[in-house]
């Protein structure tokens, strides 16, 4: 199997035959038999063509800034979109092999807005009316100086705001980038001069249907199915297990769908309901169904979001327990309850959609759900070689994608953009009123304020640079002060030495309801024995003396001071895991020793438990304990 180089360490450009005006998979143009020039691109470099709303929205926004010339120009050309950093979506754009700039979501304005770069600025020149003419008489290096506002003319009629990029055309034809500066029209530094050229741009006069860039890129398709294919057959043939397709409704496991079908006709086909999908993707599953006269499998998730969220709060991107309870529950119950022997699951995983992606492994075994292998066939591709690939085959996508979605998820998706949050509050606003009011109360009961819930701050636990950056502009309080009964470290007392062992450490965990359960469920971390007169819980985990009062009292006595702290952060994570527990079953199904079943809708610990802890791994309630109780005092001592 011919080995494709790992997407890390592959440069981020995107190829173009300016010959013939398209955008290439590899360095030749099937066309012209001409090689394509690398066109630099933010990293990781997943450049996709924009589709029908994008399209719109990309052309609209340009023209609306640069005039209706400009809309002639770019009108019906083939539109490349790459992600780049940003606070929310933004959007490197690319027409006729030029990167003319950016598009990005305003989350303040909640609406899009184009800055043009060096080049678009130079193509647009010759379009437009809105510049800048810069007068004569300046010398030396000027990119990064300023120009005052008697070095400038404002042609009649143009209207110039601060912040606004404005193109400056210089007196000897050269192009320039600025941006004006607060107070402009008084002022010694009116604009500043971000770039300049003296390069001649111009769009192409050749405007290729898609049917002439699949021509262009036929051979490197010809070669990514094989490969894929190929993949597929021998770890069919390797695993040796029944064989199913995860389909999600999106555009990469449509590709999945696709290439499984021509390896093998014996496959099931899966979707996973979560209750949260669009229902526009419900509508397509349906649809898909009847199209290809094969029974999809719809596998629904009995859980209410708000109900759980009241418990957890609302999901984020670093604390997704969301998928773990209305995604990965029903499929290990639907696999456990079919797969008794385990399954082979083909699924669209790409490592250019996110980092955490980036790592993984084209066969991996799905930690959650037990006896599932999963297996990536197009975890190498670029999203312009799934869209690619799905124009050439003539298959039926999404609707979404053309409603200006680029990735397809549950509607409410904290991994989401908030531009998809409005875009989905248009589409439906009736489930974004309801989601959107449990965030208000939410946050006014944390103390967070409307702004909080307003600019998408729900969707971190910790939040990135540019998101704090703008609380501390904004004056937003990132800190919730918690009015009920959550659960908080209130007091740690550091490792000191003892008599009986060398060291203890203590702490006190607040808001523990059920003291009585975790006698048992503390099981998975050592034999627990109740002392009536002490009102505690004792048990030996990893060579410490762990104490657990009714009080929330935690003692912990070790003979090393790394051991305790250890110990200490495990126990409190258990509890908060059986505290929070919401019986999605999936450590049920983890224990080798068949130790754990429902007593009275509770998870209950059987005695041929053998306290090996690993059932907590499995749990999202535990991976995600430190995001309920701040540890950090913990950690400190
Ligand atoms: S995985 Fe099973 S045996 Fe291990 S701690 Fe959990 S319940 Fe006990
Ligand atoms: S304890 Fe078990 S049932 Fe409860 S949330 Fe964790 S994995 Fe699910
Ligand atoms: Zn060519």
Redesign the pocket.
């Given at each position: 199997m011919k080995k494709r180089t790992d997407s890390r360490n592959r440069p981020s450009y995107l190829r173009w035959c300016y010959e013939c005006n398209v955008p290439l998979l590899r360095k030749k143009c099937d066309l012209c038999g001409g090689k394509g020039i690398a066109v630099a691109i933010s990293s990781p470099g997943d450049a996709r063509p924009a589709l029908e709303e994008d399209r719109l929205l990309t052309v609209r926004t340009i023209s609306e800034e640069y005039g209706p010339q400009i809309k002639r120009a770019i009108k019906g050309k083939t539109i490349i979109l790459n992600k780049a950093p940003g606070i929310d979506r933004t959007d490197e754009v690319i027409i006729d092999g030029i990167k003319i700039g950016i598009l990005e979501f305003d989350i303040f304005e909640k609406k899009f807005r184009f800055i043009p770069s060096i080049e678009g600025c130079a193509a647009f020149d010759r379009f437009t009316k809105r510049k800048i003419m810069v007068k004569g008489g300046l010398k030396g290096h000027l990119k990064g100086k300023h120009l005052s506002y008697d070095d400038i003319i404002i042609p009649k009629g143009q209207v110039f705001e601060a912040g606004d990029y404005a193109i400056l055309l210089f007196p000897d034809g050269n192009i320039g980038k600025g941006i004006l500066k607060d107070g402009f029209q008084h002022s010694e530094k009116a604009v500043k001069i971000l770039d300049m050229t003296k390069e001649d741009v111009c769009f192409s006069k050749i405007t290729n249907p898609m049917e002439k860039i699949i021509k262009a890129n036929r051979g490197h398709l010809n070669i990514i199915e094989k490969e894929a294919s190929d993949f597929i057959k021998e770890t069919i043939e390797a695993a040796g297990k029944p064989v199913n397709v995860a389909f999600s409704g999106g555009k990469d496991s449509l590709v999945i769908l696709e290439l499984v079908k021509g390896v093998t006709p014996r496959s099931e086909t899966i979707f996973i309901d979560t209750g949260l999908e669009f229902p526009e993707t419900v509508a397509y599953v349906g649809m898909m169904q009847k199209k290809t006269k094969k029974k999809i499998r719809c596998v629904r998730s009995t859980k209410d979001l708000l109900t759980e969220a009241e418990v957890f709060g609302p999901p984020a991107k670093d604390y997704r327990w969301c998928c773990k309870t209305h995604k990965l529950a029903p499929v290990a119950e639907y696999i456990g309850l079919n797969y008794p022997d385990g399954c082979l699951t083909f699924e669209g995983k790409r490592r250019y959609e996110s980092f955490s992606r980036a790592l993984s492994r084209r066969v991996d075994n799905n930690p959650f759900v037990p006896g599932q292998t999963s297996a990536y066939p197009i975890l190498e591709w670029r999203s312009l070689e799934v869209w690619l690939f799905i124009f050439s085959k003539g298959l039926r996508y999404n609707s979404l994608y053309d409603k200006g979605f680029e990735r397809i998820g549950c509607w409410m998706c904290p991994a989401g953009l908030d531009s998809e949050f409005e875009k989905a509050k248009e589409l439906h606003p009736e489930k974004h009123r309801k989601f959107y009011k449990f965030l208000l109360g939410w946050a006014d009961s944390r103390d967070l304020g409307k702004k909080y819930v307003r600019l998408g701050f729900w969707r971190w636990k910790s939040y990135p640079k540019k998101m704090l950056e703008i609380a501390r502009d904004k004056e937003i309080n990132l800190v919730p002060h918690v009015k009920g009964s959550e659960y908080s470290v209130s007091s740690v007392s550091g490792v000191v030495p003892c008599h009986d062992r060398k060291f203890s450490i203590e702490a006190v965990l607040n808001g523990i309801k059920d003291f009585e359960r975790l006698g048992n469920v503390l099981?998975?971390?050592g034999s627990v024995s109740y002392s009536k007169d002490m009102g505690a819980l004792r048990f030996k985990s990893s060579g410490c003396d762990v104490s657990v009062f009714a009080s929330g009292h935690i003692m912990i006595k070790s003979d090393s001071k790394a051991d305790a702290k250890r110990a200490l952060i495990e126990t409190v994570r258990t509890i908060i895991r059986f505290e929070t527990c919401n019986m999605c079953g999936i450590?049920a199904r983890?224990?080798?020793?068949?130790?754990?079943s429902v007593v009275d809708e509770k998870i209950h610990?059987?005695a041929?438990?053998?306290?090996?802890?690993?059932?907590?791994r499995s749990c999202q309630t535990y991976t995600y304990s430190e995001k309920v109780v701040d540890m950090s005092r913990v950690k400190k001592v």
């Open positions: 099981n998975v971390l450590c983890k224990c080798e020793r068949k130790a754990i610990i059987g041929s438990c053998t306290h090996c802890g690993k059932c907590n």
